[in-house]
């Protein structure tokens, strides 16, 4: 279809709020100085996601008021692709500050017909005009069968990709992204992506993104993490948070003592530091020991706080750079990925939540 006239990709990008930010296309300022490390861009069509999942801002059959029209709970506004090369083009010392910030960029695709050859075109485009390292959140059910679409990308220059499983469970994504609300997904062929983009782009360079409060219990989201290090992926956790007008608007994010034991769960499985077996769960599925003690495993700081930290691609140095400030939650106090190193007082916090319901 053609899409001259229109506002689509890949001619057009839609950019966090975040995003628009550090590129100087949106004013505003960071809490506690959080500016993001990555360049988060969604792929945009007229028509929309043809998916209908049940948590998704981008939902095909979500219900909200012309300003409620969020992803992730914020605008994300629409941008000419060229425009967006031009900023991120300029030689370094003619970049704006927060530009210097960012240390990646990550294309997500929806699910639309066109999204996989656009999304190809974008990332040939993003990667002959700036040196930042391009990643792609890919949407597997409109992929060709057998890794083509990974091949194509990675030759494209993309040097990660991401597949965004969200639910723990084969009953959770059906019933919340599958054949129970009229969408197209299915979990087998979301595992089988992750195995072919690990074909592709080797183990450590694919990502499996996961939300934590749709229904599961903590023992299932543990053993999703499990399975996506036995692919050699590595999980990336989301705390659930509800967005106006979709099927799970009404369902509160998951309590703080349970998203922080299986941030320390991912942390630890990630990183190789411990195994599924060593883990202790009661009758309800929750965590209640880690094989040894905390401080044991990670010290009286644990690990300087890192396991609270938003987990996400890293730039060329080896540090995250998808940092994603304040995704889960509005800046505060209470935050539950850290878009930054959490101070002592952040530590103290975060020690009271762990095992408090």
Known sequence: MDNIGRQESPDYVQTSLAGAMALGLEPGSFYRNAYPGSLNLLMTYQDGCRANCSYCGLARER??????????????????LADIIGILARPPQAAAAKVQKLGRICIS?????????????????????????????????????????????????????????????????????????????????????????????????????????????????V????????????????????????????????????????????????????????????????IVGYGSRLQELLGDDLAAGEPFRTSGCPNREGCVACNRPYGNERPGPDLRNYPFSPDSSDIDIIKGQIWDE
């Open 63 to 80: 219900w909200a008021e012309p300003d409620e029209h969020t992803f992730i709970r914020v605008k994300w506004p629409v941008y000419e």
């Open 109 to 221: 695709m929806i699910t639309h017909p066109r999204a996989a050859a656009d999304c190809i075109d974008i990332v040939r485009q993003l990667s002959a005009a700036s040196p930042l390292p391009v990643s792609v959140l890919a949407s597997p059910t409109i992929l060709p069968a057998g890794g083509a679409f990974f091949q194509a990308v990675k030759a494209a220059g993309a040097d990660r990709v991401g597949i965004a499983v969200d639910a723990a469970t084969a009953a959770l994504f059906a019933g919340l992204r599958g054949p129970a609300v009229g969408g197209p997904h299915r979990w087998e062929t979301y595992w089988e992506a992750v195995e072919q983009a690990v074909k592709v782009f080797g183990s450590g360079h694919v990502s499996v993104h996961l939300i934590v409060g749709l229904g599961e219990t903590e023992q299932a989201m």
């Open 223 to 286: 053993q999703a993490i499990d399975r996506a290090n036995q692919y050699g992926a590595q999980a990336h956790l989301f705390s659930f948070c509800p967005e106006p007008g979709s099927r799970l608007g009404g369902r509160k994010p998951p309590a703080y003592g349970q998203y922080r034991r299986i941030q320390l769960a991912a942390y630890l499985l990630n990183n190789r530091h411990s195994t599924i077996d060593a883990f202790a769960f009661n009758g309800h599925g929750k």
